[in-house]
C-alpha cells in the first residue's frame, strides 16, 4: 500500500523532511504545499499551500514543516487539522534520541 503524505512547507526544513521520508516509506506519494517554492520536485506539483484542508488530501499524513521562525502559524495549522480529524504522526530522525513512553 502506498503511504499518502502531505508536506506542508518546502523550504529547508521541508526538504530535509522530504529527503528523510522518502527514505523511510519505499512507497509513498507526496503532496507538497508551499507558495514560495513553485516548482515541480519529482513529478510532485507543488501546490498552493492555502489548499491543504481540501477533502481531497484527507486520508494523508500531514508533515508541517515550517521552521521556527513560523511557529506561531505552525500552531494554528496542526490545531486546525486536528480540529478536521486529520493524520499528524511525529517523525524522529533516525540519529534522534526519544527519551518518553
Known sequence: MQTKIAL??????????YSMLTNQFSKCEFKIFDDLYKETNNANTILSFTKYLDWAFR????YVALGYHHLRK???IIKELLSLG???PFFLHPSGYRDWE
Do not use: A, C, H, T
Open 8 to 17: 506542508l512547507g518546502y523550504g529547508k526544513l521541508g526538504r530535509q523532511l
Open 59 to 62: 486520508e494523508n499524513q500531514f
Open 74 to 76: 505552525k500552531n494554528e
Open 86 to 88: 486529520r493524520k499528524l
